[in-house]
Every structure is written in structure tokens, then in C-alpha cells.
């Protein structure tokens, strides 16, 4: 009889242990991934951070607009980065005489596909808008608006003299 009280004990004790390691495993799992899912949230929180910090850096705005007539309706547009980080200019928005029209800039680099002209900090650059859509004559209003990559933009408007 005690060989069988003996192994009775033993039994539960074995027991029990099985059920700690496989409570012991379940629970090392479930941390692992809730640490892994945790570090990608942080990562990517992270990036959202500094975009929107970026975006709120980010500072430049159209300097001058000229218009030459003479040369095939040209339109002039000088901006200025004023801020710390680089700007990405993508996008023109040209608007006048009851229509409006979008220039691109061309690309930097010819090698990728158009992904507009990159202003360093305190760079200044002219663009050269030849215009078709909208008539560049004298008395009328021409509203210009620029816009980067994060989406930031300036606006100014000319009357033609």
C-alpha cells in the first residue's frame, strides 16, 4: 500500500509541474507578442511623430511673381526656403481669367520619376510657367499657389500691370 500512496503524490506533483511550464510557455508567447506587436506600434507612432514635425518645420513662400509677355506668355515665380530642413516643391496651382491650370516642376534627377525640385535651407529659385490656359493680360488677377510634398503651400496673387 505505501507504493501506491508513493506514486499517487508523485503523480500530482508531475502534474502540477506540467501545468506550470505549459502556463510558463503560454505566457512567454503571449509576451513575445505583445512586446513585438508593442515595438512595431512604437516604430511606426514614431514616424507619424516625426513627419508631422517635419511638416510643421517646414517654411518657404512665394518671394515674386513677374509675367513676360514677350517670351511665349511666361509666367515668373520666385520662392524662397526660409526654414531649417529641405523642401520639396511638387505642385503649382495657377488660377486666373475664370480657369485654372497645374504645373509640375521637371525633377532634379532625370533617373526617377518626377518627384519635384528640392530646396535647401535658404535657397532661392525662379521657375519659368509658360502659360496657355490662362491669358496673361493686362488688368487681370493671377492667383499662384505652391505646394510641397507634405503638403504645405503659399499663396500670393499678381495683377497684371
Known sequence: ?????????????????????????????????????????????????????????????????GVNVTSANTLNVWVVNYGECEVNITRFKISGDGNETYYYPPDDNSTSPPNGVLLSSGEFRRFDIVQSEISLLKGHNISVRVESEKENKAYDEIQIP
Open 1 to 65: 500500500m505505501k507504493g501506491i500512496r508513493a506514486s499517487r503524490g508523485f503523480s500530482s506533483v508531475l502534474t502540477s509541474i506540467l501545468m506550470v511550464g505549459v502556463v510558463i510557455s503560454i505566457g512567454i508567447s503571449i509576451w513575445g507578442f505583445t512586446h513585438s506587436a508593442a515595438t512595431v506600434m512604437r516604430s511606426d507612432y514614431y514616424d507619424d511623430v516625426m513627419e508631422s514635425v517635419y511638416k510643421v518645420k517646414e517654411r518657404f513662400r512665394i518671394e515674386n511673381i
